[in-house]
T-cell receptor, first 109, second 112 residues
Framework: RKEVEQDPGPFNVPEGATVAFNCTYS??????FFWYRQDCRKEPKLLMS???SGNEDGRFTAQLNRASQYISLLIRDSKLSDSATYLC??????????FGGGTRVLVKP | DGGITQSPKYLFRKEGQNVTLSCEQN?????MYWYRQDPGQGLRLIYY???????QKGDIAEGYSVSREKKESFPLTVTSAQKNPTAFYLC???????????FGNGTRLTVT
């Protein structure tokens, strides 16, 4: 099993709809998790940090399921500008921060 | 303004040449990282350093070397031993521990 896995998508989402996708991880000792947004040919930018069961920031909600070892990201009322690749990051042993392959989201009018 | 600076933004080299990518941060962060990204792929960890004068191999360290002589600087050398060096290289830093990463703008390396 890979250390961090994501569904690559693309998730085609109508504008205004809700979309959710998961990130599974193998290191059960991980305590913190991060979601990043990456636009085409740009550097990733931090979207949200998750240190406990979840976090919410406006239209974005992250939830952590430790028992099943996955974190999810939910986007409500999707905007065209939400089109991007969403990367999850999970610390592995020795503070090695490992990225998933990313989930591509395309919001369409 | 505090941040991470990678230079140059675009770099072209001939096969067989070593090339060094610069990464400087003025965030006073202890930890620094180098990642490689290929088209349509996620980020893969090359090397990371949690403190000055110490660094560890990541998942794809072969063909790369780094140094961490100063807290602010973490240069990456792509050697001729790296079989497929053409990629987007991203440098990042963090306070350390469970803290998130802050990224530079990246360097696009093309080797022909």
């Amino acid at each position: 099993r890979k250390e961090v896995e994501q569904d690559p998508g693309p998730f085609n989402v109508p504008e205004g709809a809700t979309v959710a996708f998961n990130c599974t991880y193998s290191n059960s000792a991980s305590q913190s998790f991060f979601w990043y947004r990456q636009d085409c040919r740009k550097e990733p930018k931090l979207l949200m940090s998750v240190y406990s069961s979840g976090n919410e920031d406006g239209r974005f909600t992250a939830q952590l399921n430790r028992a099943s070892q996955y974190i999810s990201l939910l986007i409500r009322d999707s905007k065209l500008s939400d089109s991007a690749t969403y990367l999850c990051v999970v610390p592995a042993a020795g503070n090695k921060l490992t990225f998933g392959g990313g989930t591509r989201v395309l919001v369409k009018p | 303004d505090g941040g991470i600076t990678q230079s140059p933004k675009y770099l072209f080299r001939k096969e067989g040449q070593n090339v060094t990518l610069s990464c400087e941060q003025n965030l006073n962060h202890d930890a620094m990282y180098w990642y490689r990204q290929d088209p349509g792929q996620g980020l893969r960890l090359i090397y990371y350093s949690q403190i000055v004068n110490d660094f560890q191999k990541g998942d794809i360290a072969e063909g790369y070397s780094v140094s961490r002589e100063k807290k602010e600087s973490f240069p990456l050398t792509v050697t001729s031993a790296q079989k497929n060096p053409t990629a987007f290289y991203l440098c990042a830093s963090s306070i350390g521990g469970d803290s998130p990463l802050h990224f530079g703008n990246g360097t696009r390396l093309t080797v022909t």
